[in-house]
Structure formats: structure tokens, C-alpha cells
């Protein structure tokens, strides 16, 4: 079905703002990109996750970093390019928080227009070639 006839049925069935935002940014994120749909909001927080299982002793500095690596590694093989992971980074974001990317009150805008800022800067994180070899060197 499409977006329409897929908010049409949500509010057939009574779903409530909350609902309708969490399953279309469910919708939106499978129809953009099958079974990376969110991926990249996943793959963003492994470096997180990993740096506090190493501060909390869980894992050593080195193991840490092999994560994050293979987290980098499989996101590039997920996506291709800088626009794909941050709009699947973004659908992730909506989809954990409920919030939808549009609504100005909410965090979810805030976190798009963040990551549209990081875009628009000409030396920031996303000039960076997304298909740079990415080795380890620890």
C-alpha cells in the first residue's frame, strides 16, 4: 500500500498521533530502504554503546575501537553515501523517539536540522569521502 492508504488504515484502526508517527517513520524508512531502513541509527550508536562498555571496564580500548570499525564498515556497505546514512540515521531517530521530523516542537526536527547544519558546513564530518578505506591503524 502507499503512505496514504497506509496513515488512512492507521486512522481507521484508531492509532493515536504517537502511533501514527511511530509506524510511519517505520513506513517511510522500509520504503527508502528495504532492510537498512533504520540500520543507521543502529550502526551511529555501536561507538557510543562501545565506549561505555570500555569505561565500565567490559572491554578493552582496542576492542572498542575493532567495533566501531566494523560498525563503519558495515554502514558503508549499508548505504552509499553521507545523504542515505543520515536520512536512515534520521527515520531511526523519529521511529526510537516517537517524534516526527517535521513537527518544529519536537526533538526529532532539531536533531534533522543538526545534521542539515553538519551537511551544509564546507570542511565538517560529512566531506568526508564516504567510500574512504577504512582500515585499522590502532
Same mark, same amino acid.
Given at each position: 500500500?502507499?503512505?496514504?492508504?497506509?496513515?488512512? $488504515?492507521?486512522?481507521?484502526?484508531?492509532?493515536?498521533?504517537?502511533? +501514527?508517527?511511530?509506524?510511519?517513520?517505520?513506513?517511510?524508512?522500509?520504503?527508502?530502504?528495504?532492510?537498512?531502513?533504520? $540500520?543507521?541509527? /543502529?550502526?551511529?550508536?555501536?561507538?557510543?554503546?562501545?565506549?561505555?562498555?570500555?569505561?565500565?571496564?567490559?572491554?578493552?580500548?582496542?576492542?572498542? @575501537? /575493532?567495533?566501531? @570499525?566494523?560498525?563503519?564498515?558495515?554502514?558503508?556497505?549499508?548505504?552509499?553515501?553521507?545523504?542515505?546514512?543520515?536520512?536512515?540515521?534520521?527515520?531511526?531517530?523519529?521511529?526510537?523517539?516517537?517524534?516526527?521530523?517535521?513537527?518544529?516542537?519536537?526533538?526529532?526536527?532539531?536533531? +534533522?536540522?543538526?545534521?542539515?547544519?553538519?551537511?551544509?558546513?564546507?570542511?565538517?564530518?560529512?566531506?568526508?569521502?564516504?567510500?574512504?578505506?577504512?582500515? $585499522?591503524?590502532?
Amino acid at each position: 500500500m502507499d503512505r496514504d492508504e497506509a496513515m488512512t $488504515k492507521l486512522e481507521q484502526e484508531g492509532a493515536d498521533e504517537t502511533e +501514527k508517527i511511530y509506524m510511519m517513520a517505520a513506513y517511510d524508512a522500509w520504503t527508502a530502504y528495504g532492510e537498512s531502513a533504520i $540500520k543507521a541509527w /543502529d550502526l551511529s550508536r555501536v561507538p557510543t554503546i562501545l565506549e561505555m562498555g570500555y569505561m565500565a571496564g567490559y572491554c578493552t580500548y582496542e576492542e572498542a @575501537l /575493532d567495533g566501531a @570499525l566494523e560498525a563503519a564498515q558495515l554502514a558503508q556497505q549499508s548505504f552509499n553515501s553521507w545523504e542515505d546514512f543520515n536520512q536512515s540515521y534520521l527515520y531511526g531517530y523519529s521511529y526510537w523517539s516517537e517524534e516526527a521530523l517535521d513537527d518544529p516542537t519536537s526533538s526529532a526536527y532539531e536533531r +534533522k536540522n543538526i545534521v542539515e547544519a553538519f551537511d551544509a558546513q564546507v570542511n565538517g564530518p560529512f566531506s568526508l569521502d564516504w567510500n574512504m578505506d577504512l582500515t $585499522k591503524e590502532w
